[in-house]
């Protein structure tokens, strides 16, 4: 659904489903891919999160989580906006801005899955047409 709603919008959007992450990040390596969005399963409300390690912490990747957070924060669901610095694979092993976005239930993606899916295409088209501002 959110590869649609980013086609929509004039991006070249790809959906890959693989539960194995680095295999993940190994195929948007090669395709050389401008940005790339994980969606999961978390253990508590609606996780955003980037790629922070004990040394680095990725620009872009932090920019593009905060914007995609305070979209989703903004429609008021009834789910905690939780952003966080995290070391996932998909995260880490990406050499382009990545976020994992995740709900802590198969059933929040059902019910939430649409309003949640056009916030972030919304936020990522901001991010490419202007990557160095919060909005």
Known sequence: LLAQRLRAR???A???????????ASIANKRELDLVTYLDFSTSGLQVAYYSGFRYTSPAGMLL???????????QLPVMVNLRGMTLPILRETRMAAVSIALDHPNRWIILGPEVVESVAESIERFLVNPDSVG
């Open 10 to 12: 004039g991006a070249r």
């Open 14 to 24: 790809v959906a890959v489903t693989d539960a194995d992450q680095s295999h993940l």
């Open 65 to 75: 989580a905060q914007m995609v957070a305070a979209g989703l924060g903004a429609l």
